[in-house]
């Protein structure tokens, strides 16, 4: 089957302007975290009921306490959705014993999500997906942060004084990148 002649034009065009689509954002990407699934505390293999109510790219899950395997969405009539394997890490949170759960990506990073692209899933580096805080640049985030800190000291009228002062400096340093006069390293003259 050849490409259909529009979808051919548009990536000549992108080829030629050398624009590239941009990176899709991890907050507005669906994904499956760890904390919402119940890993198992036993050594049983569980299968977790209408799991495509809360994940619809999904028709099922099993998930024991070391690994989970996710079965996507048919994409083909008559062939079966891929099913991907994960592993599952513990971590110790030094209470008693009692830890928390990481997947372990493909590519061997422990993260709490897994997103869905491109009919799969895989860890936002691996979906090569920024945060949202990401998309802004240097000076507006400075400026974001500015206010922030100035709603702060607004708020606050019974501030500890060292922690007034500490915030102080902080919010000069934010409106003076806000205002493009301060490089990135700005922080070490400033400590
Ligand atoms: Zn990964």
Redesign the pocket.
Known sequence: MSMPWQLKRGLEERRRSGRTTPRPIAEKTPSVDINRLKVPRDFKTYIAPNISFRYPQLVSMRIAWNVVHFQHRSLHRGVEGPIQIFGIKQIRTGLGGYFRHSFV?????P?LKLYFLNARL??????NLIHASQTCNKRTRAALQASRIANFLDNKSRLLRRTRERLQKRLGEKLMMAQGQLGTDARSFWD
């Open positions: 990506c493909t590519c061997g990073r993260v895989a860890c936002r580096r691996c979906q």
